[in-house]
Nanobody
Framework: QVQLVESGGALVQAGDSLTLSCAASGDTFRRYSVAWFRQAPGKEREFVAAHGWIGSNVYSPYYADSVKGRFTISRHNAKSTVFLEMNNLKPEDTALYYC??????????????????WGQGTQVTVSS
């Protein structure tokens, strides 16, 4: 199993850009599917984006409709890090952002219960 630590959260203004990082340790990171979720106060944790491991060094991204075209998920396997680049941020993007990982191939489930490993989260606040 991997261990995950998120970073990069901040207070930004609407329209700004921000990139979150998730550093992994403890296992062969390149063989994991990874994802970002977020949870706003009083709301359930929701899926944001996933990077499914197909095999070898092939990955498939998948996005929630609410962030498609604004957010990009990527990874740097040599640094065991996954990124979430967020552009044109909106106040409704305000949430605690979590990184998740799973060793199943092309794993892109939107239900949080389907992901085995989680980080502690990093806060993103977007002011209007």
């Amino acid at each position: 199993q991997v261990q995950l630590v998120e970073s990069g959260g901040a207070l930004v203004q609407a329209g700004d850009s921000l990139t979150l990082s998730c550093a992994a340790s403890g296992d062969t990171f390149r063989r994991y599917s990874v994802a970002w979720f977020r949870q706003a106060p009083g709301k359930e944790r929701e899926f944001v984006a996933a990077h499914g491991w197909i095999g070898s060094n092939v990955y498939s991204p998948y996005y929630a409709d609410s962030v498609k075209g604004r957010f990009t998920i990527s990874r740097h396997n040599a640094k065991s890090t996954v990124f979430l680049e967020m552009n044109n941020l909106k106040p409704e993007d305000t949430a605690l952002y979590y990184c998740a990982a799973d060793d199943r191939r092309d794993h892109k489930q939107v239900a949080p219960s389907e992901w085995r490993t989680w980080g502690q989260g990093t806060q993103v606040t977007v002011s209007s």
